[in-house]
């Protein structure tokens, strides 16, 4: 099970920011690109959101759906920054990084889902 920790409260209020802002991303870009990656993102959130509990069977497929936030979220972040939201932008980017960067340390610090200790050989 996977627990509400800070991670995956970061996670999903990223979550929840982009998919309120999509229509006027969308509206903004005009781009049937930006439009099918939101749609492919949406999709993985969703269903990732749904499974999160369940077997990595099941959410290993989720996951290469869920890789198209490395498209909705800079198109976002240009939208807010080109529209004067700047209180919205620091808002998204500070926690972006807050993310990545608390993603780093526990998988650099601490021992869990992505300790490489899972792939080692029994003798080692």
């Known amino acids: 099970a996977t627990a509400m920790g800070p991670g995956r409260i970061m996670l999903l209020l990223l979550d929840v920011m982009l998919i309120l802002l999509y229509p006027k991303v969308s509206a903004f870009y005009k781009s049937r690109f930006i439009d099918q990656s939101f749609i492919i993102y949406f999709l993985g959130t969703c269903v990732y959101n749904l499974l999160v509990n369940t077997s990595h069977l099941f959410l290993r497929p989720v996951t290469y ?3 198209f936030i490395l498209v909705v979220l ?4 240009v939208y807010l920054k080109s529209n004067k939201h700047k209180w919205q932008f620091y808002f998204i980017s500070g926690f972006a990084y807050m993310y990545v960067v608390y993603a780093v340390v526990r998988a650099w610090y601490l ?11 029994f003798f080692m």
């Open 65 to 67: 759906l869920t890789v």
């Open 74 to 77: 800079p198109a976002t972040l």
């Open 111 to 121: 021992e869990g889902v992505n300790s490489t200790s899972l792939y080692h050989f």
